[in-house]
């Protein structure tokens, strides 16, 4: 259906062939189609080029979340017994997996600060090291690192670099067009953007996105070719979305900075956060997620968010609706309290994912919760 304006969703899982000659044509590669659903279908390969452009990247490979495309590119490309390079502040579940589960492979692990090039430098040359991974934006801090700096360290050591994208999108960065091989992101986030869809993809260099293709093709994990269409429809308004929230989180970090009831706000596009100049040479915008520490314990933290109206307590970002979270209280519930300072998780912690709604209801919602606090 070439004439329809919306992309047809194709709901399918079998693909049949009217003799041999055309099936070896396709095993071949001279005759274009599908086999079976979980090796690609009509709907999910329209977005995953829509994403490959918006990247600049050479293929795109989606899968069914974020931590699934995570998951798939580093058992794809990091052999048993391989080294990695990560950094301290990341998503807890990636975390997770890249300290519990790999090693059960045999594969160590450097962590380090997002700023520790020189860390980085001696890990390279004390390991084989097959990747470095990071997100940039970081979760929850927010910390961005120098991925042209990293690129230069380690493609001489033929090192694969992977950029966590999902917190900057497209539209405030591309890491490949800095050196990074692969770009991932939780499509769920800001490219679906209206938290109705889970969906994750792996962007960069064709032949590494192969790799993990053919992984995925045994692992499974497969988008439901709805779930494309909805991350299709999502990419519409993918740049006027995110000039909104880039614009709404610039705006509330500027005022919590000033408020005497913060201690410190985590925000890339104010200066004194640690990687602001990093920031200003990579980025276009700040994105939509601002960090901060109220001034209290968790309970008088707890206290603020219960008294916001506007923002729904609740994980995940990058939708058009405000989100607010106590890491301590969501994603870290089950750490204790020595483990989550190990991490730098605080109890008085906050993330708070601007949606698109007008500033002046974010800020006079803010205000008037923290007026609450004693």
């Not at 990560?86 to 700023?115: A, E, N, W």
Request: charged share 20%; hydrophobic share 35%.
């Amino acid at each position: 259906m070439s004439d329809t304006l919306a992309t047809p969703v194709c709901l399918n899982s079998t693909y049949w062939f009217k003799d041999t000659e055309e099936l070896i044509a396709y095993q071949e590669n001279k005759y274009q189609s599908y086999e079976y659903g979980r090796y690609g279908n009509p709907t999910t390969k329209t977005c995953e080029e829509k994403i490959r452009m918006l990247e600049g990247g050479e293929d795109c490979l989606l899968s069914s979340s974020g931590m699934n495309a995570a998951i798939c590119m580093l058992l794809a490309l990091v052999p048993a017994n391989g080294h990695i390079v990560t950094t301290t502040d990341c998503y807890r579940r990636t975390r997770q997996f890249v300290q519990t589960f790999m090693p059960k492979m045999g594969i160590t692990c450097t962590v380090l600060d997002p700023s520790d090039y020189d860390g980085l430098e001696k890990a390279l040359n004390e390991n084989d090291c097959s990747l470095y991974f990071s997100e940039s934006p970081t979760n929850p801090y927010l910390r961005c690192v120098d991925v042209e700096r990293i690129s230069k360290l380690c493609k001489p050591k033929n090192c694969i670099v992977c950029v966590d994208g999902t917190f900057a999108t497209p539209v405030n960065s591309k890491a490949l067009s800095r050196g990074a091989d692969l770009v991932i992101h939780s499509a769920s986030k800001y490219l679906g953007g209206h938290n109705d869809v889970l969906a994750g993809c792996i962007v960069g260099d064709k032949e590494l996105v192969a790799k993990c293709r053919q992984f995925h093709n045994i692992m499974g994990g497969v988008l439901d070719p709805h779930a494309a269409y909805l991350v299709l429809r999502g990419m519409k308004t993918l740049s006027l979305r995110v000039a909104r929230h880039n614009d709404n989180a610039m705006r509330l970090a500027t005022l919590l900075e000033a408020h005497p009831k913060i201690d410190v706000v985590h925000y890339p596009g104010l200066p004194s956060h640690p990687d602001h100049e990093v920031a200003k040479r990579y980025m276009s915008g700040f994105g939509g997620v601002v960090s901060f520490e109220v001034k209290g314990d968790l309970w008088a933290t707890a206290k603020f968010i219960d008294a916001c109206n506007l923002p729904y307590i609740a994980p995940s970002l990058g939708g058009v609706e405000s989100l607010i979270e106590q890491p301590t209280i969501v994603s870290y519930w089950d750490y204790g309290a020595e483990q989550r300072a190990e991490l730098g998780i605080k109890d008085n912690l906050v993330r708070y994912a601007c949606g698109i709604e007008d500033f002046e209801d974010i800020a006079s919602d803010v205000l008037q919760a923290l007026e609450q606090i004693d």
